[in-house]
């Protein structure tokens, strides 16, 4: 059930429908499902709908989650990661 | 006998509203008709109008190459060509993958009653535009019309004749282990943008078909490296289908990185939002080159020096396998598998 | 792709396998279930077992929703296109299940019936308005992801009065999923459950929020990590579970923080509380009948229920009796462990759902698994021979 990708909104239409777009490729959705979406957010499309608004305050902090692990790892030095809390 | 024919019917054939009938089939004076003012004008050549069962001619020195091809596809007019420009290219392609130069093209059409005369005429138009481009000649062909419902509007067979350089072998079981696999430029931009035209999964792209005839790239390519071993354009089933059947004729495995396929950011979108692998999707303007490792170099440099070569890359390379296993190392960092494809690729919600 | 190929970079990939691997602790076992077809799909597609510790083994669960459809249902979606002459709207993915007498409603579309695929319920409302004068259908499947669609459908067809549409509902519900497996007799094997873990499904938690399944860390004393449905994510995920059963603890948490809340979508939520009911019984393939596990459409909207628009009779098509569909979703046995698998059984030649969703179990361990195995085979036969 999970087949659903985040998309940039381009343009707000009538009816609660937007186009979004991914890459060059667009679609016609619908925000039925969503509240308070604006061009330039980027909603997770699944089956025509925006299941939610991506949030991409937590979307850099996860990836620097990511990042920050990496900076961790020193070589032999696994315990690195609890001592930081992470 | 070069006097001008004088035109033998009373009417000439309404093109822009016209339909085909089952007259058009029945051998008789429309299917003539037919035949003179919408094939032999369009594809005009010394044999045509010669307006015989068949065509006479001298090949030039070297082995024959026979290829033949049958046209279905929906929808007929598509972002990039039809399934005219498709058909001639198709074929002059099947020639060209025996490192073969494609002379002469014949055509059979079978028609549906009711089929609007004005898009058969844009469809004939679009194949003698692609044949004169490709300096390939229409020599023969025929005509058979079917009652209303027992075709899909026009369903076209070419096959073509070529003749290849006696000293080349290129063959799909000529890949060895430590060739190089190469391929001509992106991949899955026909597929694609096919799909964005089909009911109910629309979407808007940019993306058109990359239709087109490679006989010009490969002529270019067997110059720099005849020691090629295996040319094939990957088509339906795209090119996963195509390196997999190399693999099982060949008897070996293939490795390839994903990171060096090339593939337009457009076709990964639309890729990702239907749920679809690139990996599997049509082509018609490209192929996949299999070749020693000492020449690649020079390969590719003579691909990407051609305008239907520019994004060539090699992506891979060819191994020993028992299984004949075709392996992708993906850009993330781990290994898969790349298998045959099960039936038609469609798209999934989960 | 922005928001997508950050979370595939290859880098990070290699910095999370090697703290996963300093991480895993010898004589532990860290055995993660995952029920999302995404997760399946991401881990065959990026190779993620390539860069876990062997200790860390992935199951997969019931996470597709085609693979837990029952044929009976099937078999009357077939029945609707054929007998009853609806144009029935379906997801691709249900078009190549093989159902009763082998048929599927590929085949069922090939005979002439009007079986069209659609991308989302919204192409299914269109074909209803430009087809006034014909019944059209919506084979509705899914889990939580699926359904506020469906239920947004629903309330456009009755707000704008369309007279010629209804849906065929089959969703189902993942916390009753997860449930039947944790209840199930041969996962409770000697009294304890042989999962240390569970990946928590991307985009049902979008919906249904991170608090469903405190139920379940409390109540099992299983810790629940909940993944975005990229490959990175699926690795910090396994990361984060690694930890919790390192340290003991049985904890929510949730990766997916881009998108997930505690909450979930609760406009969401409400609208699909608006249109649907827990329908008391539901037979899944494989797992049986599991209480209060589906929904129906309420009697509200009663109009744009197929159920009982159309003179429908439901009956229980048992699978094949050497089909182990059943136990492979529950994760108690192994595509390799079912007889029918690679001889009967094929992708091209299904028996059971397992083998027809791309997501399924064994399809998936057919086009990667044999694979590895035979990789496995030749490392283990040079080593013998070095």
């Avoid at chain 3, 539901?282 to 009948?289: D, I, K, S, Y």
Wanted: hydrophobic fraction near 45%.
């Amino acid at each position: 059930m999970c087949l659903a990708l985040p998309m940039r909104v381009e343009r707000l239409m009538t009816d609660e429908l937007a186009v979004v777009e991914l890459d060059g490729v667009r679609k016609t959705i619908s925000l039925a499902l969503v509240d308070d979406v604006k061009e330039g957010d980027y909603v997770i499309v699944h089956v025509g709908y925006a299941l939610t608004r991506l949030d991409p305050d937590e979307a850099q902090k996860t990836l620097a989650l990511f990042a920050e692990l990496a900076l961790a790892l020193a070589p032999g030095a696994p315990q690195g990661l609890k001592e930081r809390g992470v | 006998m070069d006097m001008p024919r004088k035109r033998r019917h009373a009417h000439a054939l309404d093109v822009r509203h016209g339909l085909i009938d089952m007259n058009h089939g029945s051998g008789g004076r429309a299917t003539a008709q037919l035949i003179e003012e919408l094939f032999v004008r369009a594809f005009d050549n010394e044999c045509l109008r010669r307006m015989d069962d068949h065509a006479h001619m001298a090949l030039p020195p070297g082995k024959i190459v026979i290829a033949t091809d049958g046209h279905v596809i929906s929808p007929l007019f598509f972002p990039g060509g039809d399934i005219g420009s498709l058909s001639v290219h198709g074929t002059i392609n099947d020639v060209a993958m025996a490192g073969a130069v494609p002379l002469y093209l014949t055509v059979g059409f079978i028609l549906e009653e009711g089929f609007p005369l004005s898009d058969l005429k844009k469809i004939v138009d679009s194949m003698a535009a692609a044949a004169q481009a490709a300096q390939v000649r229409i020599v023969a062909g025929d005509t058979k019309v079917v009652e209303r419902g027992k075709g899909d509007g026009i369903f076209i067979t070419t096959t073509g004749v070529g003749v290849v350089d006696e000293a080349l072998n290129i063959h799909a079981d000529q890949a060895h282990p430590g060739d190089c696999v190469l391929v001509s430029g992106t991949m899955g931009d026909h597929g694609v943008a096919i799909m964005s035209l089909r009911e109910h999964l629309t979407f808007d792209t940019d993306l058109v078909s990359d239709t087109a005839a490679l006989h010009g790239l490969v002529a270019h390519m067997v110059r720099a490296a005849p020691e090629i071993h295996c040319l094939r354009d990957p088509t339906r089933g795209g090119l996963a289908t195509t390196l997999n059947e190399i693999a099982d004729l060949s008897c070996v495995g293939i490795r390839i990185w994903e990171s060096a396929i090339p593939i337009r950011s457009e076709v990964k979108a639309a890729c990702e939002l239907l749920g679809l692998d690139p990996m599997y999707i049509a082509n018609e303007g490209k192929l996949v080159a299999i070749c020693p490792r000492e020449r690649s170099q020079d390969l590719l440099e003579a691909m990407r020096a051609h305008p239907l070569g520019a994004d060539a890359a090699i992506i891979g390379e060819v191994v020993a396998d028992p299984h004949y296993f075709v392996e992708m190392e993906t850009a993330f960092g781990g290994r898969r598998v790349v298998d045959w494809l099960m039936g038609d690729p469609l798209p999934r919600i989960c | 792709m922005k928001f997508i190929d950050e979370f595939r970079d290859g880098g990070l990939a290699q910095k999370l396998s090697r703290a996963i691997f300093a991480e895993v602790q010898p004589g532990k076992s860290y055995r993660f279930m995952e029920f999302c077809g995404g997760h399946t799909h991401a881990i065959a597609r990026y190779g993620i077992l390539d860069l876990l510790p062997p200790s860390v083994r992935l199951i997969h669960g019931p996470g597709c929703p085609v693979c837990v459809l029952p044929i009976g249902q099937i078999d009357i979606a077939m029945a609707l296109a054929r007998e009853h002459g609806v144009i029935l709207c379906t997801y691709a993915d249900v078009l190549r299940v093989p159902a009763s007498h082998r048929e599927s409603l590929l085949k069922v579309k090939a005979s002439g019936a009007d079986v069209l695929m659609v991308y989302s319920i919204l192409d299914a409302l269109q074909v209803a308005r430009e087809n006034p004068d014909r019944e059209v259908v919506f084979f509705a499947i899914g889990f939580e992801t699926t359904t506020p669609p469906t239920a947004a459908g629903i309330r456009a067809a009755a707000d704008t009065g369309l007279a010629n549409f209804s849906v065929f509902c089959s969703h189902v519900l993942t916390p009753s999923a997860i449930q039947s497996i944790l209840e199930s007799p041969d996962v409770r094997s000697l009294g304890a459950i042989d999962i240390d873990g569970f990946i928590g499904p991307s985009h049902v938690s979008i919906v249904i929020g991170s608090r469903p399944y405190e139920f379940f860390s409390e109540e099992y004393e299983k810790p629940v990590v909940i993944a975005g449905f990229e490959p990175l994510d699926v690795m910090q995920a396994v990361l984060m579970l690694v930890r919790q059963v390192n340290e003991g603890r049985y904890e929510v948490e949730n990766e997916f923080q881009r998108a997930v809340t505690r909450l979930g979508n609760e406009k969401a939520q409400g609208l699909v509380a608006e249109v649907f009911e827990l329908a008391r019984a539901f037979e899944w393939r494989g797992l049986g009948v599991v209480p209060y596990s589906s929904l129906r459409i309420r009697e509200h909207y009663g109009r744009f229920d197929a159920q009982r628009r159309f003179p429908l009779v439901y009956r229980t098509v048992a699978d094949h009796k050497g089909c182990e569909c059943g136990a492979i979703l529950r994760g108690v046995k192994q595509p390799k462990d079912c007889r029918l698998f690679g001889s009967a059984c094929v992708p091209e030649n299904p028996m059971g759902s397992c083998m027809v969703s791309s997501e399924g179990a064994c399809a998936a361990h057919y086009t990667y698994g044999r694979y590895r195995m035979a990789r496995s085979d030749e490392t283990s036969r040079s080593a013998v021979n070095s």
